[in-house]
């Protein structure tokens, strides 16, 4: 059974960091790229990032551009997520989220683009 588990939100002041991480279990997932989304308290779940399976292409939505870095461990299974100069508008639950197929080269901006999702981690970031 696959399982993503996300962890290192928490709380934070803005300009702060933070390091989330996403473990998959259950299979491995080299072959497939990995995302994040987030959503705000009464928001629409948004995408964040992306990352492909060789880790060698990676997408960010306009809003945390410069910002956020998501990088992957294939050795580790597990997918990353490093936010810097955090503000209070990036307050939200983050999920990870992996493709639906291997070598999948679509844009991932996409809900309906993964087939398998964390339960979130909740980041706050305080003004």
């Known amino acids: 059974q696959v399982q993503l588990v996300e962890s290192g939100g928490g709380w934070v002041q803005a300009g702060g960091s933070l390091r989330l991480s996403c473990a998959a279990s259950?299979?491995?997932?080299?072959?497939?790229?990995m995302g994040w989304f987030r959503q705000a308290p009464g928001k629409e779940r948004w995408f964040v990032a992306r990352?492909?399976?060789?880790?060698?292409?990676?997408v960010y939505a306009d809003s945390v551009k410069g910002r956020f870095t998501i990088s992957r461990d294939n050795a580790k299974n597990t997918v990353y997520l490093q936010m810097n100069n955090l503000k209070p508008e990036d307050t939200a639950v983050y999920y990870c989220?992996?493709?639906?197929?291997?070598?999948?080269?679509?844009?991932?901006?996409?809900?309906?683009?993964?087939?398998?999702w964390g339960q979130g981690t909740q980041v706050t970031v305080s003004s």
């Open positions: 989220a992996v493709d639906a197929g291997p070598y999948y080269r679509g844009s991932g901006r996409r809900q309906n683009e993964y087939a398998y």
């Open positions: 990352i492909n399976w060789t880790g060698g292409t990676t």
């Open positions: 259950g299979r491995t997932f080299s072959s497939y790229g």
